[in-house]
């Protein structure tokens, strides 16, 4: 296996001089920043990297190693980053380190210019231009924690109810992004964990077998569950239903699309329905569609995103950059189909942890 070492003047140049002689595929070692002489005015810093020829790396590797496998896949990732249109960030050649970290960010899902900006805060600060400094891992993931914003829409010790008035909380979403199952989700833990008194209703008219799947979750639970079909139905399961700390209501999911489905849905709860509304989104989701989402239903004025389907993808950094495109705080996320079990109150620390994997970077 030929190992090459190049020293340059920045990490750029470096790479432009790897594809040049060892090729496209080639795959970069490692980097290492060589501070100048300070005996040598004229002196700069100089970067050495340390690359091999692509075709040479897999032949000399073997190929039944899992490890050495995803190490290679995780160079050819580097370097394709390198290769990215707007360049390598200023952080790279202040400190070379920082490229794993802006490696895991995008692995993660997050948008390039998400990340981008994210370097670009913690490298403005004077005291992050030495190389050495090991907190600038820190630093860059505390940011994205401190880029998170949650709101849990059912913690009552701030904001008391009148006697005889139920909290409505409205779920509204796509089709297939399993507002039902959440429903039944939290009812279950307003009910049983938490001993709170609850109901539900289905204005769900579309889907077959909607309103059973959700009165079946109810009987389990103990809980009503009622239909309605039209503003009169509703003002009528509002009033059937004032007796309970808690309502929950299900919608029928619609294509963004669809905007007579969704003229049907801002009708049918009318002025007269009080509740907070809340918009479920698969995590699998492509982030044109979440926005696309987000701007349909932004006529029924959302309060929280609930993210589902968080165990069905590894990349859910556009988590992130829904919340920051569109200010809407999380309140849930769901991990699983079982009920109540895999739904948690969203926290920063455990909305970064599901987006990065990174805890031990956050105190």
């Known amino acids: 296996m030929v190992v090459r070492k190049y020293q340059t003047k920045s990490i750029q140049e470096g ?5 040049k002689e060892l090729g496209p595929d080639a795959m970069i070692l490692s980097t290492k920043c060589i501070r100048k002489n300070t005996v040598d005015p004229y002196g700069n810093d100089r970067f050495e990297i340390t690359a091999i020829p692509g075709q040479s790396a897999e032949e000399s590797y073997p190929k039944n190693t899992k490890t050495i496998r995803e190490e ?7 370097l394709f980053l390198l290769a990215q249109p707007n360049g390598l960030p200023e952080a790279f050649q202040i400190c070379p380190d920082s490229f794993k970290i802006y490696s895991s960010l995008i692995r993660s899902g997050i948008s390039e210019k998400r990340v981008n900006h994210f370097f670009h805060k913690v490298f403005q600060n004077p005291a992050n231009q030495n190389p050495e400094n090991v907190e600038i891992a820190k630093q860059i993931y505390k940011s994205v924690f401190d880029s998170i914003t949650v709101s849990n829409p059912f913690q009552t010790n701030d904001d008391p109810k009148p006697s005889g008035t139920p909290k409505f909380a409205v779920l ?12 039944a989700k939290l009812a279950a833990d307003l009910c049983l964990q938490q001993r709170k008194k609850v109901g539900l209703i289905s204005v769900d008219n ?17 809980i ?10 509703i003002t ?22 669809d905007k ?22 698969s995590a699998t989701t492509k982030q044109p569609d979440m926005k696309d989402a987000v701007k349909y239903f932004s006529s029924l004025n959302p ?12 990349q859910r950094g556009g988590i992130l950059d829904q919340v920051l495109d569109y200010a809407l705080p999380i309140s849930f996320v769901t991990t699983g189909q079982k009920v109540p079990e895999d739904i948690i109150v969203a926290t920063k620390r455990n909305i970064s942890r599901l987006i990065l994997n990174r805890s031990r970077y956050l105190s």
Do not use: N, W
Request: aromatic residues 6%; charged residues 25%; contains cysteine.
């Open 15 to 19: 790479v432009s001089k790897i594809k």
């Open 206 to 222: 579309y889907r077959i077998g909607a309103v059973e799947q959700l009165k079946t979750y109810a009987s389990i639970i103990g």
């Open 303 to 314: 309060q929280t995103y609930i993210f589902t389907k968080i165990d069905e993808t590894r």
């Open 172 to 183: 509204i979403g796509p089709t297939g992004v399993g507002k039902t199952t959440t429903i």
């Open 72 to 78: 290679i896949a995780s160079i050819k990732e580097v």
């Open 224 to 233: 009503p569950c009622l239909t309605a079909f039209s503003r009169e139905d």
């Open 260 to 281: 007579e489905r969704m003229a049907e849905l801002v009708s049918l709860l009318g002025e007269k329905f009080s509740g907070s509304c809340h918009l479920v989104l």
């Open 236 to 257: 009528a399961a509002i009033h059937k239903l004032k007796t309970r700390d808690f309502v929950l209501v299900d919608t029928a999911g619609h294509s963004h699309l």
